[in-house]
């Protein structure tokens, strides 16, 4: 795809979809909320959002690891955040329930911040750690039969070659609930489209799931190693993949 194309597709045709997808579909969500079948709207309606969307930011998709996820189990899931586009990844193609851990400045963007506070995604506020422990607790008795919870630990976007160390609210979560930890690396989604920009093209994107950690016996004074072993496996899949050449994407 040349870059006159892209520009073309991405003004003209991508970029109009996804907000008109994102008005159709958040409105429903919204609405089946009010119903009281918000839930409904989290497996149904946001999986197809994400999904369409994906497709037509012209995604190829590749899930890694799926035998490693039990049925009816509960996770505290972690993933590294390389692009704006892991949502779409994760919400469109990893086969759980999930409720997101998400900043509370999303609440502000148009029907999307409507749409995540209906499906009961938890807000918190980055900037105030006692209140942002206390939204996750109140979230917890969720996590039941195989409804799971979604951690970024890094807290934000990453560029290229930035190391964030992981943040420990994940791990102190899954030790107090004895829930499995389970790591998952996202690849390539920071070539389609880079943190801080709006220079999308399309491409090969992969999610890569990893063996679950079980917190079975740790105390709350393990969770600096918890965190360590969960971010040396992100993170080393993550870099092990950079390190490989890739194939140049057509200009």
């Known amino acids: 795809m040349t870059n006159g194309t892209r520009a073309f597709y991405k003004w003209l045709i991508a970029i109009p979809c996804f907000g008109l ?19 409904l709207g989290s497996r ?6 994400a999904r369409f969307n994906s497709r037509m930011l012209g995604m190829t998709v590749s899930i890694e690891g799926l035998e490693h996820l039990r049925p009816n189990q509960s996770y505290v899931i972690t993933a590294n955040h390389i692009s704006a586009l892991d949502i779409l990844l994760i919400y469109g193609y990893l086969p759980t329930e999930l409720k997101w851990v998400m900043k509370k400045e999303l609440r502000r963007v148009p029907i999307i911040g409507a749409a995540c506070q209906a499906m009961g995604h938890i807000i918190i506020d980055r900037s105030n750690s006692t209140s942002a422990v206390e939204s996750i607790q109140h979230a917890a008795h969720k996590l039941v ?52 920009t709006l220079d999308w093209r399309p491409g090969a994107v992969t999610l890569r ?26 993170r080393g899949t993550a870099l092990q993949r950079t390190a490989e050449p890739t194939p140049e994407l057509q200009a």
């Open 21 to 39: 997808s994102t008005v159709i579909f958040g409105a429903g969500i919204i609405v089946l909320a009010l119903l009281g079948y918000g839930d």
């Open 44 to 49: 149904t309606l946001a999986v197809a959002w």
């Open 209 to 234: 799931i990893h063996p679950e950690i079980s917190t079975l016996g740790l105390s709350s004074n393990q969770v600096d190693t918890l965190c360590d072993q969960v971010e040396a496996v992100t």
């Open 145 to 196: 039969n195989g409804m799971c919870i979604l951690f970024f630990p890094e807290g934000t976007r990453t560029k290229p070659g930035q190391v964030v160390p992981f943040k420990k609210g994940a791990f102190r979560l899954a030790i107090d609930l004895s829930l499995p930890v389970l790591p998952t690396t996202i690849e390539g989604t920071e070539r389609l489209l880079p943190t801080e």
